[in-house]
């Protein structure tokens, strides 16, 4: 591994942040960084656990809005009760895929439930391109068969891979996928070469394109290649995460729960929120209250994209 035909391979770590109010759980953050901001239209990923409720608590976001994205809920173990203003009521659960579409806004809460005991897992973002980020508010659940590759099971909740294909509904070409690797496996996966990939180490050391890779990193390979090679190093199974997409050429502003073109887009949304605007509607079913939005910077929000591709 490793020769000279390998797709180029940039490792991007994670800061520890916390995750809503003043009881937050600390979760890895990947996406966005100074080094790359986007992978495809994937703008954020936020990788948590293993978290033993009985002694952190767990996860308690109180209703928290959106705009000018879609949320990607994917457990590994544990459960998280979603509630949004569309009215949804729904539990998150491992292996099965939760999205939401906040375009012009929409507002929710996410608690993890007094039957979770390890609550472990990823929460994604995918930006919305600028004819769709308007979109009226949505929700989709989808239970994804897992298919069988080699050494791998793949479990595809977004896009196409491994001859699996999701039915859930994407602005742009999108990939999302749960890779688990047998011991010492090696996989070789097809893979649009006009996608961008990232790969997120849930456990385990795993190479890709010839690459290593420890736990919590990301490593992302350029557009170009048509097949992934994915290697576990270790003696136990592992865990990843495969995204891709077609590179998002608009350039957004992302701050804090909102996603925009200016800072004027920001601006706005903040205010509408803190002034309980419907444009945001409204959680049933949460008891507490709902996050305040916090205080804008004293400066100009500026606009940002990926580095130029050399």
């Known amino acids: 591994m490793g020769d000279a035909d390998e797709p180029k391979v940039d490792v991007l770590t994670p800061r520890d942040v916390p995750l809503g109010g003043p009881r937050a759980m600390t979760v890895r953050r990947t996406l966005p960084q100074r080094a790359r901001t986007l992978i495809g239209a994937w703008c954020f990923a936020d990788h948590y656990g293993p978290d033993d409720v009985a002694r952190t608590g767990g996860m308690d976001v109180a209703p928290h809005p959106h705009t000018g994205l879609q949320t990607v809920s994917w457990l590994f173990s544990g459960e998280i ?3 949004d203003s569309l009215g949804s009521h729904a539990y998150v659960r491992p292996g099965e895929l939760n999205l939401m579409t906040g375009g012009q806004g929409i507002s929710h809460s996410e608690v993890s439930t007094p039957r979770t005991t390890i609550l472990h897992g990823v929460q994604l973002w995918v930006a919305l391109p600028g004819e769709h980020r308007h979109t009226e508010r949505d929700f989709q659940h989808h239970v994804p068969e897992p298919v069988r590759v080699d050494g791998a099971v793949i479990s595809v909740f977004l896009g196409e891979l491994a001859g699996a294909l999701s039915p859930v509904r994407t602005f742009t070409p999108l990939l999302g996928a749960e890779v688990l690797l047998e011991p010492r496996a090696a996989v070789t996966l097809v893979v649009n070469p006009g996608f961008e990939h990232g790969l997120l180490v849930d456990h385990g050391d795993v190479r890709v394109a010839g690459t290593a ?3 919590a990193e990301l490593g992302y390979i350029h557009p170009g290649t048509e097949t992934l090679t994915l290697v576990n190093d270790s003696d136990d199974t592992a865990r990843a995460v495969l995204l891709g997409g077609t590179p998002f050429e608009e350039e957004i502003v992302m701050w804090w729960n909102f996603i925009g073109r200016s800072h004027e887009d920001i601006v706005r949304a903040r205010e509408e929120w803190e002034n309980a605007s419907e444009r945001f509607g409204a959680v049933e079913g949460y008891a507490g209250h709902r996050l305040p939005a916090p205080v ?8 940002r994209g ?5």
């Open 81 to 83: 009760e979603h509630r």
């Open 213 to 215: 890779l420890h736990p």
């Open 306 to 310: 990926n580095p130029p591709r050399g």
């Open 296 to 303: 804008l910077p004293n400066a100009t929000l500026a606009p």
